[in-house]
């Protein structure tokens, strides 16, 4: 079983940052803009930054595996299987079965995946130096390092339980609670609402 890593006080702020000024968050929201920025160029050819980024990996590597891929996008096997389908559904990858281990496919581009690749890397790259035109190599090199360290460092944590949470049982038992003391206050309303009338026409 997971062990819960306590967080000393010391190291708690004292004041809790709202959500969206919380590294994670930022995290999110440079990613789902820099996503944004690709799927304007993709959408014609149904990929996504997902896809994109497999078809530069193999652009830079010329050939990976599944598992590879996997490991260098840091994503599922699922995810990685449902993209690479995509891809060799458009005829943008070859699939081919290795001569050592024939349980093990080798992924390579097509002429056409080369183009796209090309492509592809070539909107990276500009996306890459439009957001560091105005930053200095100092600045640069500090903020790959602690990218770097911050990844490392999630590397251990997602292996942690870090936070306690409700069980799926304890929140059921909530529900059931909750939805037993409706029928009261559901009840008590038509009664309510008669004596409001009452006062209004007394009142009138």
């Known amino acids: 079983m997971a062990r819960v890593v306590p967080i000393s006080p010391e190291k708690s702020a004292p004041t809790p940052p709202p959500l969206e000024d919380r590294l994670t ?5 440079v990613a789902a803009r820099i996503a944004a920025v690709g799927n304007r160029h993709f959408r014609a050819h149904d990929l996504n930054h997902y896809s994109a980024r497999i078809l530069v990996l193999l652009l830079e590597h010329e050939e990976l595996r599944a598992g590879e891929l996997v490991d260098l ?7 990685i299987s449902s993209q690479l389908q995509g891809l ?3 005829r943008l990858i070859r699939r081919r079965r290795s001569r050592r281990d024939s349980r093990s496919v080798i992924l390579t581009l097509t002429p056409a995946g080369l183009e796209l690749a090309r492509d592809c890397d070539g909107l990276s790259l500009r996306v890459h ?3 560091l035109e105005d930053v200095s190599e100092r600045e640069k090199k500090a903020a790959i ?8 460092r999630l ?4 292996t942690q339980e870090l936070y306690p949470f409700h069980g799926p ?3 059921e038992r909530m529900t059931r609670l909750n939805d037993a003391v409706r029928p009261e206050k559901s009840a008590a309303t038509p009664k309510a609402r008669a004596t409001a009338k009452t006062k ?5």
């Open 25 to 29: 968050f930022l995290v999110h929201s």
């Open 88 to 90: 060799h559904t458009k």
């Open 169 to 171: 049982a304890q929140l």
């Open 129 to 131: 130096h439009a957001l």
């Open 200 to 204: 209004s026409l007394v009142k009138g």
């Open 145 to 152: 390092g602690f990218l770097r360290k911050i990844d490392a």
């Open 73 to 79: 996008m840091v994503l599922p096997q699922s995810t």
């Open 155 to 158: 590397l251990e944590l997602q």
